[in-house]
């Protein structure tokens, strides 16, 4: 009797172990949240008075009920992927839509918004919420999610949460041809947007957040559209541009351990996007991808947002072109860096 009783609560004690193991690993963040440009922003825009939209056809051609929502892909992005991934939910929920459910606020939201970038004045050529703005957004955040949850548990949600930080390539691409180029070195305009980068983490910190994981600059001068106005007729990559993003990119790097010791009980991940599109782009063939240096809809050599329409001609098979636009990448790309991601940033949080 003696016996079966030791076993029974030798048993009852492993399966909770089990299922409490099972649960973190399946739960590694309380709520993701995501600030940041179009590769991000998952309808946003289509709640603000900009012309830098995608909710129209073409875009969504592959998304769940073949419906444009606002994403600049055929499909999900890299929040709706990560979020699925990470065991939280199916698609990332911008913030701005109208009907949000509670749960869709205790899991997390999506604060980034085509077309913007670190600047506010890159943001304000095209309408669009910068960095500053989406920042605040969060804070409206954290008073639904009081309402909701209560303080306490708010706070806890908070600081269990994530928070996923991809910016930049709209200033970078706005700085070449502005005429601030004229009065400030690339050296000098990365450094400024590497002090708002910061301010910005060390405002989402004192709002809560502990955990950050902060992307590099993709190389965007291999997007359709910086070749097209490059005039180069072999359509080769952009090597200026792509040199000053890893350039920006090292910047940050180093960076990131200094400011992770000035913000107490902070992770601050940083995560080499550059790499992992370049993996894709320095071995398309490996990945099944025929098509690198034109986007998918129209002549893929300049059409973006309104002007990738329904009276646009589009190709046949997406899933072989590295880009749906001539800036952003197809749903295939985007898979291809969440398991980057999920591999080579994510597991350097507890
Ligand atoms: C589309 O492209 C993908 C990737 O190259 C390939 O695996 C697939 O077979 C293609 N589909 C069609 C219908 O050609």
Redesign the pocket.
């Known amino acids: 009797m003696a016996r079966t009783i030791l076993l029974l609560l030798l048993f009852l004690s492993s399966s909770t172990t089990t299922i409490s193991t099972s649960k973190r690993t399946q739960q590694k963040f309380s709520a993701i949240f995501y600030f940041g440009d179009s590769v991000l922003d998952t309808g946003n825009n289509n709640y603000i008075p900009t012309l830098a939209v995608a909710n129209h056809v073409p875009y969504g051609r592959s998304f769940p009920g073949r419906r444009p929502t606002g994403r600049f892909s055929n499909g999900r992005l890299v929040p709706d992927l990560l979020n699925e991934k990470l065991q939280l939910k199916e698609f990332s929920p911008p913030f701005l839509e109208t009907e949000l459910s509670n749960n869709d606020i205790i899991t997390g939201v999506n604060f980034a918004s085509a077309g913007s970038g670190f600047e506010d004045k890159t943001s304000r050529l095209s309408n669009t919420m910068p960095m500053s703005t989406q920042v605040n957004l969060f804070k409206e955040y954290l008073l639904r999610l009081r309402n909701i949850v209560g303080d306490k548990e708010a706070s806890r949600i908070i600081e269990n949460s994530l928070m996923f930080i991809s910016s930049g390539t709209n200033d970078f691409t706005h700085y070449y041809r502005s005429l601030k180029k004229k009065k400030m070195g690339i050296g000098e305009y990365q450094d400024s947007i590497l002090r708002i980068a910061q301010a910005s983490v060390k405002e989402l910190f004192n709002l809560g957040g502990r955990q950050f994981c902060l992307a590099g600059l993709p190389p965007f001068g291999c997007t359709p559209i910086q070749i097209t106005l490059s005039g180069d007729p072999d359509r080769a990559c952009v090597d200026e541009q792509n040199r000053d993003a890893q350039a920006y990119n090292s910047k940050l790097e180093k960076l990131l351990p200094t400011l992770q010791s000035s913000l107490h009980g902070s992770k601050i991940v940083y995560l080499d996007a550059y790499e992992a599109f370049m993996e894709i782009l320095g071995n398309p063939a490996k990945y099944?991808?025929?098509e690198t240096t034109r986007g998918c809809c129209g002549t893929g050599l300049r059409e973006i947002g309104l002007f990738c329409n329904g009276l646009t001609p589009i190709c046949?098979?997406?899933?072989?072109f590295v880009f749906y636009d001539a800036v952003h990448p197809t749903e295939?790309v985007y898979r291809i860096t969440t398991d980057f991601i999920l591999k080579n940033a994510i597991p350097q949080f507890n």
């Open positions: 099944g991808f025929t046949r098979n997406e899933s072989s295939r």
